[in-house]
């Protein structure tokens, strides 16, 4: 059936009504704008110490200063921006502040900064070669950077992806496809009890019940047992299970902790089991001499999760995912549109939408390879050092106090403790550190958080700021033992 030829006074009528709308600023505008937000970026950094480390805000609160329609008319980008500085900047914890100490930090640098700003500001899309022929090899010499890092094969590859647990996410899914066949009929997967909670997440969207987990409970140090886990796998082969794939911890959440990676690949060699490394915390730690030490055996892993975005100091997002042949990222990921018809097909002249879950993709590598172009690894090195003795530092101040006792010695940045009182009992004790870190986030000096340690409270200090300093380490300990013993003494139940 043919359309109908459209009536001359409607093409008409439809040409009058264009108006060439846009939403272009003039240059001068443009400029005008610009610096005015990295004033206001440079300002925050010069302030940055002396804020409060978070914002604690009720909802009902937030709902008040926020909700509105969506706006019919503009009111200018100086309003915008007046907006910015008074209602939303006010209302945000900095995890990029120098006592900031809690979850994993994310402390960013400015070179970086800039770099996401150019990636936006060109509205790179990162996805094809046809697009972005640069971008793409600037990403690719990224990956080839982190591959020898931790001293992986020449064939290995990756991509870049949002975080930890989309790298998980995509390393699980090429795992199944290259071991399983995309069958997770009677699958099992290994992981340590200290795993992070993606390994479950994307194991459930990859269509793994829970039954299929099979957790390997960590020992007194709190990584994986390489003998625990060569006969839960052997159980599970006599019980005509399917064992494929081990989670294995490059630098636990909880402690820093890293897994036996050499004795856990010699495991998976032996029964033929795919080895993901959960390199996201601790991966980068490998620039330095004592991290590629603790990491021995990463390099023999089929895939590895690594986030810039955490010690590489990078903006969010930037995660990574390794896999020991790039080629199998494509054979998982590549499903040809007719709409992507014109783009190469050949795999020299690389689409990254066929190594990946992501279509629409930026251009997270900019900023990655601008920041260690200007600053030098030897750069980045020194401060992964500092980090670690600060943290070494952190671990002999709470011996040489009474007030506290350590649950988890400094590794790879992360010491655990507790305050203690005497005469008290585990639950009083768990109340009472509950107490302080409730203080802490009250009081805004500084931000720690807790975890729990074979069933313990533990409040935990993670150093992963380039902006941290001795005298931040030390104040915040001298912080926490003085509440706490405030809180003591007040006769908390």
């Given at each position: 059936m043919t359309e109908p030829k459209t009536d001359p006074t409607t093409q008409d009528a439809l040409r009058a009504r264009i108006r060439d709308v846009s939403l272009e600023l003039e240059p001068e505008e443009m400029r005008r704008l610009g610096y005015a937000?990295?004033?206001?970026?440079?300002?925050?950094?010069?302030?940055?110490?002396?804020?409060?480390?978070?914002?604690?805000?009720?909802?009902?609160?937030?709902?008040?200063?926020?909700?509105?329609s969506m706006p019919e008319q503009g009111v200018g980008a100086d309003r915008v921006l007046a907006e910015l500085r008074e209602k939303i900047l006010p209302n945000v914890g900095h995890v990029d502040?120098?006592?900031?100490?809690?979850?994993?930090?994310?402390?960013?640098?400015?070179?970086?900064?800039?770099?996401?700003?150019?990636?936006?500001?060109?509205?790179?899309?990162?996805?094809?070669?046809?697009a972005a022929p640069g971008p793409i090899q600037v990403e690719l010499v990224v990956i080839d950077w982190f591959r020898e890092m931790l001293g992986m094969p020449r064939e290995a590859g990756g991509i870049l992806v949002s975080g930890g647990s989309m790298s998980l996410f995509t390393a699980l899914a090429v795992a199944r496809r290259e071991t399983l066949a995309d069958d997770v009929t009677n699958a099992i997967l290994y992981l340590s009890d200290q795993a992070h909670s993606s390994v479950a997440r994307a194991a459930r969207l990859l269509g793994f019940g829970p039954k299929q987990l099979r957790f390997v409970r960590a020992g007194a140090d709190f990584r994986m047992n390489a003998g625990h886990l060569r006969a839960a796998v052997d159980a599970d082969a006599r019980a005509g299970l399917r064992p494929f794939a081990v989670i294995a911890n490059g630098g636990t959440t909880n402690t820093g902790s890293i897994d036996p990676l050499g004795d856990i690949a010699d495991v998976c060699a032996e029964r033929s089991l795919w080895l993901h490394v959960d390199a996201a915390y601790g991966g980068f730690a490998a620039l330095t001499e004592r991290g590629r030490r603790l990491l021995a055996g990463i390099e023999r892993a089929d895939s590895v999760t690594l986030d810039p975005h955490k010690w590489l100091y990078q903006p969010f997002e930037a995660g990574c995912v390794l896999v020991r042949?790039?080629?199998?990222?494509?054979?998982?990921?590549?499903?040809?549109?007719?709409?992507?018809?014109?783009?190469?097909?050949?795999?020299?002249?690389?689409?990254?939408?066929?190594?990946?879950?992501?279509?629409?993709?930026?251009?997270?590598?900019?900023?990655?390879?601008?920041?260690?172009?200007?600053?030098?690894?030897?750069?980045?090195?020194?401060?992964?050092d500092q980090n670690l003795d600060l943290a070494l530092v952190a671990e002999q101040w709470l011996a040489g106090s009474a007030s506290f006792e350590i649950l988890s010695p400094a590794r790879l940045g992360i010491v655990c403790f507790r305050f203690r009182a005497s005469g008290a009992d585990d639950a009083r004790l768990d109340r009472l550190n509950e107490a302080i870190v409730r203080r802490t986030h009250e009081e805004g000096y500084a931000m720690v958080t807790s975890t729990r340690l074979a069933g313990r409270f533990a409040l935990r200090l993670c150093v992963l700021n380039h902006r941290t300093r001795l005298s931040d380490v030390e104040g915040t300990l001298a912080y926490l033992e003085r509440i706490g013993r405030e809180i003591d003494a007040a006769g908390f139940a």
């Open positions: 937000m990295v004033d206001l970026l440079v300002e925050r950094a010069e302030r940055l110490e002396a804020e409060p480390v978070i914002a604690l805000r009720e909802r009902r609160d937030m709902e008040t200063l926020f909700r509105e502040h120098p006592r900031f100490f809690g979850y994993i930090p994310g402390s960013s640098n400015f070179v970086s900064v800039m770099g996401d700003a150019i990636a936006s500001g060109c509205n790179v899309f990162g996805a094809n070669w046809l042949d790039m080629r199998m990222l494509r054979t998982t990921f590549t499903m040809r549109a007719d709409y992507l018809q014109d783009v190469p097909p050949e795999e020299e002249k690389l689409c990254f939408f066929d190594y990946g879950p992501q279509l629409s993709r930026s251009f997270r590598a900019l900023k990655i390879w601008m920041s260690l172009k200007a600053y030098g690894v030897a750069r980045f090195r020194e401060i992964v």
